[in-house]
C-alpha cells in the first residue's frame, strides 16, 4: 500500500485465504471499514454524527457464560430482513469451532451474519460494548 494512502475495507488474511466457509473463515470472520471525513461540511467525523460503540477485544476480557446480546437483520422464517432485532443468552464455547468461537442460543435466521454482539449492555439506553458479531 502507498505511503497516506488508507484502504477502505479490510479483513483478516485468514479469512481471505481460508478456501471456503470453514473453521478458518469462522474463525477470522471479521472485517471493518475505514472511513474518512466527510459529510456536507467534508470535515465530519462519522463516530461524532451518528454514534459509536466501545470495542473490546474478547480474547482475556469476554468469558463463556457472559450475557451477550445479538443484533441482525434476519430475513429468513418469519422475519422479513427489515426490521432490526436481537436475542440475549450467556455464551458458550462453539464445540461445531472446535472451541475456538462462540455460540449463543438464539432463533434469529439468515440475513443477520455481520450484526453486532454486545456485553454490558442496556436496553433502556442501548448502549453496551461491542465484543463480537453474527457469523
Request: aromatic fraction near 12%; glycine fraction near 20%.
Amino acid at each position: 500500500m502507498a505511503a497516506g494512502r488508507q484502504q477502505p475495507l479490510v479483513v483478516h488474511n485468514g479469512y481471505a485465504t481460508a478456501g471456503g466457509f470453514n473453521s478458518q473463515a469462522t474463525y477470522h470472520d471479521f472485517a471493518f471499514a475505514v472511513v474518512g471525513p466527510g459529510g456536507k461540511s467534508g470535515t465530519a467525523q462519522l463516530d461524532g454524527t451518528v454514534g459509536s460503540f466501545a470495542l473490546v477485544s474478547p480474547i482475556g476480557s469476554i468469558a463463556r457464560g457472559t450475557q451477550m446480546y445479538a443484533f441482525g437483520y434476519p430475513a429468513a422464517g418469519k422475519y422479513n430482513g427489515n426490521k432490526l432485532t436481537y436475542c440475549a443468552g450467556k455464551i458458550i464455547e462453539d464445540a461445531w469451532n472446535s472451541n475456538k468461537t462462540w455460540g449463543m442460543g438464539c432463533n434469529m435466521t439468515g440475513g443477520s451474519s455481520g450484526g453486532g454482539w454486545f456485553a454490558a449492555f442496556n436496553e433502556s439506553t442501548g448502549e453496551g460494548v461491542l465484543g463480537s458479531l453474527n457469523s
